[in-house]
T-cell receptor
Framework: GENVEQHPSTLSVQEGDSAVIKCTYSDSASNYFPWYKQELGKGPQLIID?????GEKKDQRIAVTLNKTAKHFSLHITETQPEDSAVYFCAASRGGAQKLVFGQGTRLTINP | NAGVTQTPKFQVLKTGQSMTLQCAQDMNHEYMSWYRQDPGMGLRLIHY???????DQGEVPNGYNVSRSTTEDFPLRLLSAAPSQTSVYFC?????????????FGPGTRLTVT
């Protein structure tokens, strides 16, 4: 089955700097790669996703890139702000948003 | 819309006790699922349902039962709780099929088994 590895497990950056979180997946048939943000005491919330027929997607300060050949995808956050502090999860699946396999999570801390 | 709701928020059980975690959604989503979240392991799929009357196992189904009698509700049953089931449980829902099918997560239930 699918296996998703996520790095780093913790990341601390200065406010205004960029943050990058990376994930690798094992199943070449996976075609949907979402990123979720989880704030303390809440459920995960989708922030951006990408499908296998696209190499990059951007939404304001966040972007995701996908390298199908290498089977890895990354989340990029630019101009980080204190409210970006949270745990971020990547995930992969063969069938859209169903049956997601999650990475281990990255705790991002933005230092003022 | 209330979205995805879960009850209770917190629960403490003794080993061997049974309980049901409740999940409801008011978005008319066909697909519902249960995940457990453990430190350093992300979220792992327990069971899922593609519609009323249809359920299937996920990655870690042992020790859990589900049923789906209505579109709105998808309860998770622990028949005989074990300390290994101490975790935070999340219910999620989405539309089925292709296109925009974002999964919406509930606020979670924190379960401790002693």
């Amino acid at each position: 089955g699918e296996n998703v590895e996520q790095h780093p497990s913790t990341l601390s950056v200065q406010e205004g700097d960029s943050a990058v979180i990376k994930c690798t997946y094992s199943d070449s048939a996976s075609n949907y790669f979402p990123w979720y943000k989880q704030e303390l005491g809440k459920g995960p919330q989708l922030i951006i996703d990408i499908r296998s027929n696209v190499g990059e997607k951007k939404d304001q300060r966040i972007a995701v890139t996908l390298n199908k050949t290498a089977k890895h995808f990354s989340l990029h956050i630019t101009e980080t702000q204190p409210e970006d502090s949270a745990v971020y999860f990547c995930a992969a699946s063969r069938g859209g948003a169903q049956k997601l396999v999650f990475g281990q999570g990255t705790r991002l801390t933005i230092n003022p | 819309n209330a979205g995805v709701t879960q009850t209770p928020k917190f629960q403490v059980l003794k080993t061997g006790q049974s309980m049901t975690l409740q999940c409801a959604q008011d978005m008319n989503h066909e697909y519902m699922s249960w995940y457990r979240q453990d430190p350093g392991m992300g979220l792992r799929l327990i069971h899922y349902s593609v519609g009323a009357g249809i359920t299937d196992q996920g990655e870690v189904p042992n020790g859990y039962n589900v049923s789906r009698s209505t579109t709105e509700d998808f309860p998770l049953r622990l028949l005989s709780a074990a300390p290994s089931q101490t975790s935070v449980y999340f219910c999620a829902s989405s539309y089925s099929g292709g296109g925009a099918n974002e999964q919406y997560f509930g606020p979670g239930t924190r379960l401790t088994v002693t």
